[in-house]
């Protein structure tokens, strides 16, 4: 089956950077996109970054250009999201989501992991 697992989570200072890292397991036909979106408590959901895999292309959230950087290593399978300057309210879960096929003829689909959180506090 199919999953994703992050990495990277924990506790910064402002001003501090974290690297998350982003694993899949199992089989994968195509990749569609394949990044990150946050929650942080009484918060909506938001899509941070991505990468369109059709052409190479990355998605910024406002909040975050300029500060986070989004790379793929398809010899490794995974995904990172380099985080600098982080700021309080950067602090969230932080999950990685990806748009797949998984098998011949079948749909994309939509999987994502169980995220790994992020503190930024004094």
């Known amino acids: 089956q199919l999953q994703f697992v992050e990495s990277g989570g924990g506790l910064v200072q402002p001003g501090g950077s974290l690297r998350l890292s982003c694993t899949a397991s199992?089989?994968?036909?195509?990749?569609?996109?394949i990044g990150w979106f946050r929650q942080a408590p009484g918060k909506e959901h938001e899509g941070v970054s991505c990468?369109?895999?059709?052409?190479?292309?990355?998605y910024y959230a406002d909040s975050v250009k300029g500060r986070f950087t989004i790379s793929r290593d398809t010899t490794k399978n995974t995904v990172s999201l380099q985080m600098n300057n982080l700021k309080p309210e950067d602090a969230a879960v932080y999950y990685c989501?990806?748009?797949?096929?998984?098998?011949?003829?079948?749909?994309?689909?939509?999987?994502w992991g169980l995220g790994t959180q992020v503190t930024v506090s004094s």
């Open positions: 199992g089989f994968i036909l195509n990749y569609y996109a």
């Open positions: 989501d990806a748009l797949v096929v998984v098998t011949m003829g079948g749909s994309i689909r939509n999987y």
């Open positions: 990468i369109y895999i059709s052409d190479g292309s990355t």
